[in-house]
Nanobody, 116 residues
Framework: QVQLVESGGGLVQPGGSLRLSCAAS????????MAWYRQAPGKERELVAA???????NYAYSVKGRFTISRDNDKKTVYLQMNSLKPEDTAVYYC??????????WGQGTLVTVSS
């Protein structure tokens, strides 16, 4: 029922930018907190950015000032604008949705590679 589909990943040079999108279906969406996580090879999955239903955001310290999370409730989509990308940002990025009951749902992930 609940589906999250990420897109926008790819290869980018250091200092470049990408915008990731996560389109949701099977949910009200406007009431759901959303977040972006990432997982690099050999590392644990980590929180990158989160946004509440009311639009309050928070970020990992490593991306603060470079990344921006936003949401469009009409399109049931959450975005992650990534600027000033660094090689250490290379990872698979995952979208997460939290239901009113506390259940979580994940997208399939989209790969971001930052390399020259």
């Amino acid at each position: 029922q609940v589906q999250l589909v990420e897109s926008g990943g790819g290869l980018v040079q250091p200092g470049g930018s990408l915008r990731l999108s996560c389109a949701a279906s099977g949910v009200i969406f406007s009431i759901n907190p959303m977040a972006w996580y990432r997982q690099a090879p050999g590392k644990e999955r980590e929180l990158v950015a989160a946004i509440t239903a009311g639009g309050i955001t928070n970020y990992a310290y490593s991306v603060k000032g470079r990344f921006t999370i936003s949401r469009d409730n009409d399109k049931k989509t959450v975005y992650l604008q990534m600027n000033s990308l660094k090689p250490e940002d290379t990872a698979v990025y995952y979208c997460k949705l939290t239901s009113p009951y506390g259940s979580t749902y994940w997208g399939q992930g989209t790969l971001v590679t930052v390399s020259s």
